[in-house]
């Protein structure tokens, strides 16, 4: 049927069904000449949790990484290294053909140890524009150095860990030119001092934060540092035993500049 | 507690959220501001007390509010937003906020979502 029609019109098609995946895959199924096309969609976000077996599930799948539809792949969420746990290093060599990624999250990152699981995907995609961490701890201020085209950053309950103390700042950091999103957030205070120390300064557009009232100084410092560009900003403080209210964590009514 | 607001010449949009007694900041920040590019203010209110005991100091800091917000709409010809969200249950709110800020609630600035 693909022949009969002109390819422009199938892609057409197939593009209409991008938030539909059964439906995607069941067009692969049809006829080898419809994978590529339904693949651009099928893998355009795509998620992998160690403790689910993702990654030795998508390496059954593609064992050659020049064939696989990394390429296709946009919008990648990595869950869980824990605590102890070095990613292998094969597993972040194939990740680098994820080199199209532009949305990256990272999710429940602990570790005690100071090398960080991160290193070997740092700076795997040159493409990352924004970052999304949630729940992890501060040793991820190298990993988002080594993106630099990074524009947007949000934090997601931090747990400070073994990189509150000494830290090197790169010699080059990413400009920052989009939103920074720290709601909800422990260590607020840590978290701002690393980032006042990115090389290349912060240029925000906007800020989303909320902070105890004894780290308002701390938000008030970056704020001052991002007057150049600040166009948006959206505070609340509160005080200790109070907590901000649900729908300042509602991350389904985005305030501004989503991330998606 | 203060946050210097004067060299952000390309601010558009605010939201500030706060709860009492947490409040002066959000008028000092106000006061610095000198951006001429400003569309839109959005203040947010969350009582922590039951709005009928509020302790002198914190009804200062919301008169002061009240006064500079209602100087940005009649000097900078902007319409700020105040949303005050009510506790569960409580009653009056609108006699007590017109008490606490009269100036924005005579001009129909203070919304009270229900």
């Known amino acids: 049927m693909s022949r009969s029609l002109p390819p422009e019109i199938f892609d057409l098609i197939v593009d209409q069904l991008h938030y539909k995946p059964a439906a995607l895959k069941a067009c692969c199924l049809v ?5 590529p096309r339904t693949r ?9 949790d160690p403790v689910r077996h993702h990654f030795a599930s998508w390496i059954r799948s593609f064992p050659d990484p020049s064939n696989s539809p990394a390429h296709h792949t946009h919008s990648l969420t990595i869950h869980r290294f824990p605590n102890g746990t070095t990613a292998d290093t094969n597993v972040a060599n194939y990740f680098r053909t994820f080199h199209n990624v532009v ?10 140890n100071h090398e960080s699981p991160l290193v070997p995907f740092h700076g795997f995609s040159h493409r ?14 190298d990993l988002i150095c080594s993106f630099p085209l990074l524009e947007d950053l949000e934090f997601v309950e931090f747990r400070p860990g073994s990189g509150t103390a000494e830290w090197s700042a790169p010699s080059t950091s990413p400009k920052l030119t989009g939103s920074l999103d720290l709601r909800s957030m422990g260590g607020i205070y840590l978290a701002i001092r690393r980032l006042l120390d990115f090389p290349d300064g912060l240029h925000f557009a906007g800020i989303t934060a909320s902070c105890f009232d004894g780290d308002f100084e701390s938000l008030a410092d970056l704020a001052s540092r991002c007057s150049g560009t600040l166009e948006y900003l ?19 009514k985005p305030y501004r500049y989503s991330w998606t | ?52 005991s509020i302790e002198e100091g914190d009804y200062r800091d919301l008169q002061e509010l009240d006064r500079v917000l209602v100087q940005f709409w009649t000097s900078h010809s902007l319409r700020p937003r105040f949303v005050y969200a ?29």
């Open chain 1, 103 to 112: 949305h990256l999250h990272f999710k429940f990152l602990y570790w005690t």
């Open chain 1, 234 to 252: 959206n505070l609340y403080c509160f005080s200790p035993g109070e907590s901000p209210p649900a729908e300042f964590h509602d991350r389904s």
């Open chain 1, 31 to 35: 006829s080898r000449s419809w994978i």
């Open chain 2, 86 to 114: 009510p506790e569960d249950g409580e009653k009056d709110t609108r006699d007590h906020l017109s008490r606490l800020l009269p100036e924005l609630t005579r001009r129909g600035l203070v919304d009270v979502p229900l």
């Open chain 1, 128 to 141: 990352v524009r924004s970052l999304r961490l949630t729940h992890t701890s501060f040793e991820v201020f």
């Open chain 2, 1 to 52: 507690m203060s946050l210097d607001l004067s060299k952000a010449t390309k601010l558009r949009d605010l939201m500030f959220r706060c709860r009492i007694p947490n409040i002066r900041w959000v008028a000092t920040a106000l006061q610095s501001i000198e951006s001429k590019n400003l569309q839109q203010i959005t203040i947010r209110l969350y009582p922590i007390t039951p709005v009928d």
């Open chain 1, 40 to 48: 651009r969609h099928l893998f355009a976000h795509v998620e992998f």
